[in-house]
């Protein structure tokens, strides 16, 4: 079991040390684990990383890399925020450190006079923040600062599926010229989303990610990453195969990881 996405306290927002978070992988039969706390931004810094403790999260990543050699295989990645304006702030951090995981994501949706997080459900299937959201995730993409798009679908939780795919099917093209991978995040089968007509959350709906993407974008052979995205030791790996198991009828193959920013793909048991 691979499982790309997953984060610490150095998150802010999350618990767990790296040893904690990599003990539970173990127990859990995850073979290739790649940590990615929230890299420094300009926006939100009390639910990230700090600059000055990049350092030792570095470190205590590198410490569990000896402690647990024999048992997984651990990687180093961030999560990075991106918007409209960010592009010169992510390009300077990610010149000075070495990665192997690089993960682009949006989760801060900026308008005129406000700033729409992606879990304020009841505003995500505002036209302008529709139009906002999809309009940096092209950017995001352009950017080739990214080994792969973090939960592109994650707008689902509140957003019926026929609308996310008019706004993503003409980006198709652009996964495909700029070589950027997509996420099935495992998060989308335990987070709860909204009810369109009575404005209630419910849970035990599969939000995202979006089959119908996903089956188009293997017809492109785009790249396609999974992970927990687990903010608890307790939920690291979960989820992942129980999403292999949704997506392998409608023709996923391969699992793909990033060691040293370069893409190695792992061929699905048969």
């Known amino acids: 079991m691979i499982d790309s996405h997953a984060h610490t306290h150095y998150s802010k927002h999350a618990v767990g040390s790296v040893s904690e978070l990599v003990e539970s992988a173990i127990i859990k039969g995850v073979e290739i684990l790649t940590i990615t706390d929230h890299a420094p931004f300009n926006v939100d810094s009390n639910n990230r ?18 402690k647990y050699s024999d048992d997984i ?19 300077k951090m990610l010149s000075n450190i070495d990665l192997d995981f690089v993960l682009g994501s949006i989760h801060y949706i900026p308008l005129n006079n406000e700033v729409v997080k992606v879990w304020d459900l ?21 950017s080739k600062l990214f080994d792969v798009v973090g939960h592109p679908d994650s707008i689902l939780r509140a957003l019926p ?24 995040n495992a998060s989308g089968l335990r987070k709860p ?55 392998v009828p409608i023709g996923l193959k391969n699992i793909s990881y990033f060691k040293k920013r370069q893409r190695i793909d792992v061929e699905l048991p048969k």
């Open 161 to 184: 599926e026929s609308i996310y795919w008019r706004y993503f099917e003409p980006l198709l093209p652009f996964f495909e010229g700029n070589g950027v991978g997509y996420e099935l």
């Open 122 to 142: 009841p505003h995500l299937n505002r036209p302008e923040v529709i139009n906002s959201y999809f309009s940096a995730l092209k950017e995001l993409i352009e």
């Open 193 to 247: 989303s909204l009810d369109i007509k009575s404005g209630r959350k419910i849970r035990d709906k599969w939000s995202y990610p979006s089959k119908l993407a996903v089956s188009e974008l293997l017809k492109l052979n785009i790249p396609l990453t999974i992970g927990s995205d687990a903010h608890n030791p307790a939920d690291v790996g979960r989820g992942v195969q129980e999403l292999i198991r949704e997506l």
């Open 49 to 66: 990383l700090l600059e000055t403790e990049l350092n030792h999260y570095f470190q205590d990543i590198n410490n569990a890399k000896d």
């Open 73 to 91: 295989t651990i990687l180093t990645g961030l999560e990075l925020d991106f918007m409209t304006g960010s592009y010169s702030y992510l390009e």
